[in-house]
Each structure stands twice: as C-alpha cells, then as structure tokens.
C-alpha cells in the first residue's frame, strides 16, 4: 500500500513566490518551510490560474482553469455542478475539512432552481466548496458574531468588536489605538497578542483538527489568511524586518511612460498609491514579519506532526493562492500578469518510500494540477474528461515524464476601476498569458498583445508586444493560446467511456438517417 493515507493542503494567501529563503530571498529566512522542501520537491517555476483570490482557488479546487469553471472574480459563483477536492476524496474514505479561508461563493440560484434550501444542512458541503467547514475563517472583513475565531476574541479582549480593534487595531507610539488598515501604520504592532492572531489561531484549529481524527484519514485544507492586506504584523515580528531588510523596488522609469494601456489603468485603482516608495516600504515592514510569523508557525505544525507520529503518513502541499506586487512595476496587489503576481510557491512533501527528497524542480508547472495529484496520492482516479491539471506524482517520485512547455493564467478585470479607466462593457474584459521558459505573451482584447523574452529581460521591462522584429514570436505564441482553448475540458458531464459506447449507434436505436 502507499504510504500517503493524509493529505495536509497548505495555502497562504497573497505570498510572493520569492519571499522565501529557499526561492531566493537574501534576507527573511524561512528556515522552516525550507525545512519542508529539503523533505520533498522544491517547484520553482509554478503558476496559478488566476492572480485573484477567488477564480485562483477555485481552479486549485476544481483542478480547472477559470475558463472552464467560469467562477471568474470574487463573489462570482462556482456553478453547482463542479466537482471539488472534496468531491474525489470523500468516497476514497478521508474526512476533508477546511481551517482558514475558502474565498468561495456558492451558486444559490442553481440550488434553488433545483428545489434545494440554501439554508438547509443538507447542503452544507455546497456551500463551502465541498470542504466540511471546520473552522472557517475568510479575514478580510469583520468576522460574524457567531463565528468561532470572533468567540474566541471575545472571551479575551473588551468591547464588541475585538477584531476591529485589536487583530486589525495598530498600537501607536504611546498606546493609542490606530487604524492598521491605514499603511502608514503597516510598522506598528497589532494590538492582538500572537498567540491570539490569525496565523497562531488558524494554525491552533489545525492541530486540533488532525488530533481530532485519531488513524482515520483525512484530508486538511489549511489556508492562512496571511500574508494578505491588512498589512500589520503582532509583537515581535512586525519590527524584525526595517527597510535595509528589503530587496529594491523593481521597477524603471520608463514604465510610466507609454505603458498598456490596462497596466496605466490598473495605477489608478486604490493600490496605486503603491507608486510612492514610502507605501512600499511600509508595506513590506509587515508583509516580511507576517511571513517570518508563517514560518514559525509551520515549524511548530511540523514539530506537532512529528509527535504524532503523522510525518510518515501524509503527503503536505505547502503553496500560496497569486503574489503581491509591493510597488514592483509600478504597481500594488496582484492581478496583472507579472512575475510578482502569477507565480507561486509550490513544496510537495511526498512520504511516499519512492518520494524524492530535497529534489529542486524547475519544471513549469500549475495550480490545476495539484488536485489530481493529491487524488491520486491516496489511490483515486482521476477523470481525465473533467480534470485539466496533470499530476504530480511522477515528478514527486523520480518518473522519467515530459515536462510542460508552457503554462496559462486569465483574469477577468470587469469587476476593477480600471475597465471604467479604459470606458470598457464588463463583458470586454478579458487577459490571458501563456508562458513558456522564454517567453512571456499577454492577449488584451481590444489592445496590443505584451510579450516579454524572459532570458534577456527576466525583470520584464521591456514589452515588445509592439515590436516589428518579434511579430513571429507573437503569431507563435498567439497560436500556443490558442490551441490551449481549443483543448479545455468542456465536455464533463460525459466520460470518454461513454461517449465511445454510444458512438455510431443511432442505427441500433431505430433511428435511420440519410438511406437511400
């Protein structure tokens, strides 16, 4: 038998593929998640399906690009028939749980076309993307009064609304209570003591959690709210990282000048105050504590697994859902097709005997493939006519299998102040990039293409989407997109299997047509 019988999902929220000591960074040491990759593979050349909280995991989930589950922004709902993580895992025997953040929406208006009450504990499962909610918890906004991360606040600090004014409450110089949503406050301490934080307590329901199942099997979707905004780290870890700490800003001063036109409207939403250097930087005192805070927590999830005797057991994914820009190109948050948005950590611990350890992939590889390899993992087939992603399993375990020549990404930029900025319909708002180890190629409808030659110009300055000289190079690349849309699986409802057994067979069924 394999010996993965758990599978522990790790995701953080808004995490830089290279604000990691193993992918690089010269200063914030993450010896803990490094730790995890010294135990199995190592991608560095991974990248989600969309660099938007929502649409990205849901891809993750579904093992779907966004084309194809049609969940394309926040708030947009998963349709009711897509199958998720927990769709495949649960008739294999795992219990599969959620502790942290989901970002789903469910379709109400399918469950209630089908008479099904939204309401009703018999639909639970369709309501939070097919995980059993153990400890839900989205951040973001103000927890409600009955969740258990509120209750928990409540039992320990004053007032009605302990996570306004502690998890997210700056403490100022002399006490006083500042607003930590405000970035010039992003270098002071939250007012929540760290055993009490997010990534303390979310990482507290996890251990419960695996303690709770004894040997039955499960399956654990651990998604941290952090490194997301609000940027504000607790005590101590929101001054262990001052600006000599941080790497340059990427960015030249010719970007400003004749940029896409979508990149010029995505500086003026809010996060184009990220423009200013003092914003950045700021931002980057918490956004490092926040990761060092993670990687603590890893370490003393990792120790927990160990004394339970679950290290040989459990295959543990550790990735992030999109990055940050952090004033690179110009630009704050996610979305747009850079390095710093698109590409994401991905560890693969695999206690398989036959897993390799301390392995450094740079294969490209993508989001969607992650659920097909923890189903597979644990015995499941994966159905070929609804799953896009491919596993992992072969890399994981030293198979000699061709590597992707190109990976994808989309966004959907109907729901931003940039398609207003640009006087576009929310149905005229589409970006997709495919990407191979060269080269870089964006699809704006309605604009000119990016493309960027990675090999020279790896920091993604130079856009010669209009370029006479690289015209072959678009058309090529232009193609690739293409036959990437023409190859999603649109057919999912249908197996192969069936559709072979009913190929040609109208004759037997009695129906006679164009006979002479």
């Not at 190109?329 to 560890?347: C, D, M, N, S, T």
């Amino acid at each position: 038998m394999a010996a993965v019988r758990n599978l522990l999902f790790i995701m953080c929220d808004q995490l830089r593929y290279d604000y990691l000591s193993c992918m690089g960074h010269p200063t914030l040491k993450t010896p803990h998640i490094d730790a995890l990759a010294g135990r199995g593979v190592l991608f560095r050349n991974a990248f989600c399906a969309s660099a938007v909280c929502g649409p990205s995991r849901m891809s993750f989930y579904t093992g779907r690009s966004m084309r194809s589950h049609g969940s394309t922004w926040n708030g947009a709902p998963l349709p009711i028939d897509e199958l998720t993580l927990g769709d495949y895992l649960r008739p294999l025997g795992l219990k599969v749980a959620v502790a942290g953040k989901l970002h789903f929406t469910p379709d109400v208006a399918g469950m209630t076309r089908l008479g099904l009450d939204p309401a009703s504990p018999d639909t639970l499962l369709l309501r939070q993307c097919g995980f059993e909610p153990y400890d839900l918890y989205e951040g973001h906004v103000r927890p409600p009064d009955d969740s258990a991360y509120m209750r928990y606040l409540k039992a320990r600090y004053p007032g009605d609304d302990p996570w306004s004014d502690h998890v997210v409450g700056a403490e100022g110089p002399d006490g006083q209570a500042l607003d930590g949503w405000l970035i010039r406050n992003a270098h002071l301490p939250a007012r929540v003591a760290e055993p009490d934080s997010e990534t303390a307590y979310t990482t507290d329901r996890a251990m419960a959690f695996i303690r709770e199942q004894g040997d039955k099997p499960w399956c654990l979707h651990l998604s941290y709210i952090k490194p997301h905004w609000p940027y504000l780290a607790p005590a101590p870890y929101h001054a262990m990282y001052p600006p000599e700490t941080h790497l340059p800003i990427a960015r030249q001063i010719h970007e400003t000048r004749d940029a896409h036109p979508v990149v010029a409207a995505y500086r003026k939403n809010d996060e184009g105050s990220f423009e200013r250097e003092d914003v950045a930087t700021n931002a980057k005192i918490a956004y490092m504590g926040l990761i060092k805070q993670l990687d603590d927590h890893i370490g003393r999830l990792t120790r927990f697994l160990a004394e339970a005797g679950r290290l040989d057991d459990t295959m543990i994914v550790f990735t992030s859902d999109h990055g940050d820009f952090l004033g690179d190109h110009w630009l704050g948050e996610k979305e747009i097709f850079y390095e710093q948005a698109v590409r994401i950590p991905l560890i693969v611990v695999d206690p398989d005997p036959f897993g390799q350890r301390g392995i450094v992939d740079d294969r490209l590889v993508e989001a969607i493939d992650v659920l097909p390899t923890l189903v597979e993992a644990v015995g499941g087939k994966v159905p070929a006519h609804i799953v896009e992603g491919t596993s992992l399993l072969p890399h994981l375990r030293g198979g000699d299998v061709a590597a992707k020549d190109a990976v994808f990404s989309e966004l959907d930029y109907g729901f931003r102040r940039a398609r207003q900025v640009l006087g576009r319909q929310p149905g005229e708002c589409q970006g997709m990039m495919v990407r191979t180890e060269r080269w870089k190629y964006v699809e704006w409808p309605g604009y000119a293409p990016q493309l960027f030659d990675l090999e020279n110009d790896p920091g993604e300055y130079q856009d010669l989407g209009a370029d006479p000289a690289k015209a072959r190079i678009r058309r090529e690349m232009k193609d690739r997109l293409f036959d990437w849309m023409t190859t999603r699986k649109l057919r999912a409802r249908l197996t192969d299997a069936e559709v072979e057994a009913r190929t040609d067979t109208h004759r037997a069924r009695g129906i006679h047509i164009g006979i002479w």
